[in-house]
């Protein structure tokens, strides 16, 4: 081949568009010129113009599965991982992981760990070779392949010493791919909770990676470590930033069931008492303290009361239900909690036909959102990442996989009616006699609501929420 740039640049480009008609009888002419421009990849140092359009070639020829042969681009791969410093040559490597993504095997893990170790070695804290590395391994993680954890465990221990490097980010975001196939081990949890002794500050990363430990882990926490947790989470939420603070909270109390409430309900409540507290604040101690109420009835009741803020909070809920928020499915969850506690706290009782009412109200427009959004999408999908829901129940914290999302909040509030119409049907009845009457109408709508499964070649694709049947009111009296 000759020496001449333009030249070889020219050949490269010629071999981009008519390689894969010239040769396409000819495999070892084939085999010969893709090897040209593998090769070519290596002159990035002493000719660079040629090298780039080697890796413009090969990302375009890439697409023609025929003119490559396993062997051959394996040994691109670890070549490339081990040498070479372009950004051009990783996105050829970028484009064979997503072409050829059956081929790749533990090896190439292994090569790309090692090539991080050695950039971070030379005490370079992050580098544009680790950031691609990392890029690539994020990819290769989405490929399920056997054994990948123990590859890359190299990784994950430089989050017990984060100040070495920058680019835990990128690790925690592989580290949030692997939780999810529990393929991570409980011990990096504590490490995963410390880096916030770093930065002082609680990134979108790393609370996702904490709420997926949470989620799909569900590690032993021991007392000093929850305690460091939630403390973390209420600093956050006080400062610039609540909604990962909140939704770390959240998702413990929506998770674990022997967590000491009293703590987090008097750090809320002393939240809420801070002058010129703003509006997302505000609307995260809430949603906190529903999660509370659900976490443990009746010690976050008798913790309230304690602190004589129960009735306070019963009005805080009710207020809430008449506006427009975005976390409307907590405060019907909380309340509903709240009206079937057993027994019933007199300022409860007090406010029962109030809040009754209010909370169906609150339901009935859920569920009519609910039809709107059907109507304009034709069907509403439940449970899935692109949920509308979502965005009218969680708010801002909706990024995060709660387990609330979860919960059926009409079932919910069903069920709470059956256990109080065999405690009380009496007096149920008289509350629901006491509505008005296009409430008492909601609230049968809501008591017959339904979800419908949609089918779509024999496989359920979605769930719809529909009025199944009309029936007079529900709760009658006996003739005894």
């Known amino acids: 081949m000759t020496n001449s740039t333009l030249v070889q640049c020219r050949l490269a480009l010629l071999l981009q568009y008519y390689l894969p008609f010239i040769f396409n009888d000819n495999p070892k002419k084939i085999e010969s010129f893709i090897s040209f421009l593998f090769n070519g990849l290596h002159c990035e140092k002493t000719n660079k113009a040629f090298a780039l359009q080697c890796a413009i070639a090969l990302t375009k020829l890439l697409k023609y599965k025929a003119l490559f042969n396993s062997s051959m681009v394996i040994s691109f791969i670890k070549s490339v991982i081990s040498s070479l410093d372009s950004i051009e040559a990783f996105k050829v490597v970028n484009v064979v992981i997503e072409k050829y993504g059956e081929i790749i095997d533990r090896e190439v893990v292994v090569k790309i760990v090692k090539r991080v170790e050695d950039e971070v070695k030379l005490d370079k804290k992050i580098t544009m070779v680790v950031i691609q590395c990392l890029h690539l391994l994020k990819q290769i993680c989405d490929l399920h392949i056997e054994d990948i954890d123990i590859a890359v465990l190299p990784l994950f221990d430089y989050i017990k010493t984060p100040k070495k490097i920058e680019f835990e980010d990128e690790i925690l975001t592989i580290m949030q791919v692997l939780i999810e196939e529990k393929k991570v081990s409980d011990v990096y949890f504590p490490y995963v909770v410390n880096l916030y002794n770093t930065h002082r500050?609680?990134?979108?990363?790393?609370?996702?990676?904490?709420?997926?430990?949470?989620?799909?882990?569900?590690?032993?926490?021991?007392?000093?470590?929850?305690?460091?947790?939630?403390?973390?989470?209420?600093?956050?939420?006080?400062?610039?930033?609540?909604?990962?603070?909140?939704?770390?909270?959240?998702?413990?109390?929506?998770?674990?069931?022997?967590?000491n409430l009293p703590p987090i309900i008097e750090n809320s409540l002393k939240l809420l008492k801070t002058k010129l507290i703003s509006n997302i604040i505000y609307e995260h101690i809430i949603q906190i303290l529903m999660s509370t109420i659900c976490n443990n009835p009746s010690l976050a009741s008798s913790t309230l009361m304690s602190?004589?803020?129960?009735?306070?909070?019963?009005?805080?809920?009710?207020?809430?239900?008449?506006?427009?928020?975005?976390?409307?499915?907590?405060?019907?969850?909380?309340?509903?909690?709240?009206?079937?506690?057993?027994?019933?706290?007199?300022?409860i009782r007090k406010k029962?036909?109030?809040?009754?009412?209010?909370?169906?109200?609150?339901?009935?427009?859920?569920?009519?959102?609910?039809?709107?959004?059907?109507?304009?999408?034709?069907?509403?999908?439940?449970?899935?990442?692109?949920?509308?829901?979502?965005?009218?129940?969680?708010?801002?914290?909706?990024?995060?996989?709660?387990p609330v999302r979860d919960i059926d909040e009409f079932q919910y509030f069903r069920n709470a009616i059956k256990e109080l119409i065999v405690r009380e049907k009496d007096f149920v009845k008289s509350v629901v006699d006491n509505m008005e009457k296009k409430n008492q109408l909601k609230f049968q709508r809501i008591l017959n609501g339904k979800r419908v499964k949609i089918y779509k070649n024999e496989e359920c694709i979605s769930e719809v929420r529909r009025i199944v049947k009309a029936k007079r009111i529900i709760v009658r009296q006996s003739n005894g």
Do not use: H, W
Not at 235 to 240: A, F, R, T, V
């Open 307 to 347: 602190l004589d803020k129960l009735e306070d909070i019963i009005n805080v809920i009710i207020r809430e239900l008449k506006g427009n928020n975005n976390y409307m499915k907590l405060l019907c969850l909380g309340m509903t909690t709240l009206l079937r506690l057993n027994p019933c706290p007199i300022c």
């Open 201 to 259: 500050t609680l990134s979108s990363v790393q609370t996702n990676v904490i709420i997926y430990y949470i989620i799909f882990k569900k590690p032993m926490i021991t007392e000093d470590l929850l305690m460091k947790l939630i403390n973390i989470s209420f600093e956050s939420i006080s400062k610039e930033n609540p909604k990962n603070g909140s939704a770390i909270i959240q998702c413990l109390l929506q998770t674990y069931t022997n967590i």
């Open 352 to 402: 029962f036909s109030n809040s009754m009412e209010e909370l169906v109200v609150a339901l009935d427009s859920i569920m009519s959102a609910e039809r709107s959004r059907m109507k304009k999408n034709k069907r509403v999908v439940y449970g899935d990442e692109s949920d509308t829901e979502d965005s009218e129940v969680e708010g801002d914290v909706m990024e995060y996989k709660l």
